[in-house]
């Protein structure tokens, strides 16, 4: 049986560790403010308005998403250490089960990426517009998959590879490949254009592309022109969410039996 209580204690000492990276979060919200009052303001006045009517309003939705996706990838990191310091075999000697354990790192992942995303989200009301109750819902249920699909990743990952330094590589790799094949920077209309097919499907079905297509949907809906059903995007998250937990999670247990 699963105590929420247990799952609760475990998040609330995984999030006491997130303070102690003030500095790395500062320079985080840094790059990320950096990207939309700099980056956006300067191709505001050169991409072209035809394709993007307002690359400011454009961008701003996607960097709530990756503020989202780069806090809940860093559980990851921690579950990495813990392991290679042998370090979960004094939390496995405390009581609670290794599922609620499990549960708790994806939990903790999820807390992350809220409390980093809150900033962003309240910028984008203040810009955009105020979302209604139901698309205030939409918002949350968007974010809760999204940095659960991501911390899983990145547990997964980091109990996937033995080695420190192949593992930070691929955690690297991994983390560019989402954070730049997706629709953040980029219209989804350009990369059809300009990219194979089998390209544009994998960003498209990026699952921080979907994310930052539900906010923009909801958020800035004057910059998009392509048609989407919120339903449909909220199904593939799901389904993304669905697999990621589910390998994470497995992953995970068979490090923490071995």
Known sequence: MIYPRIITIIAYRDLQRFWKYKWWLAGLVAMNLADLFIFALIFRGIVRRDLVPDYFYFLAPGIASISAFAAAFTIGREVMMELRRAFHHYLLSLPFSRLELVAGRVVSGIVRGFIYQIPFIILLIVIAKTPSFLDLLIVVST????T????SLSIAISTLVKSLEF??????LVYFIIFFMSNVFYPESIIRLRFPEIIYIMVVNNPISIATTIYRDI???HVIHETYSIEVLIAKLAIWT???VATGSILYMRNLQS
């Open 148 to 151: 659960a699909s991501m911390s």
């Open 242 to 244: 669905a697999i990621l």
């Open 167 to 172: 593992q930070a590589t691929i955690r690297s």
């Open 219 to 221: 958020f800035t809906p």
């Open 143 to 146: 974010t809760i998959m999204v």
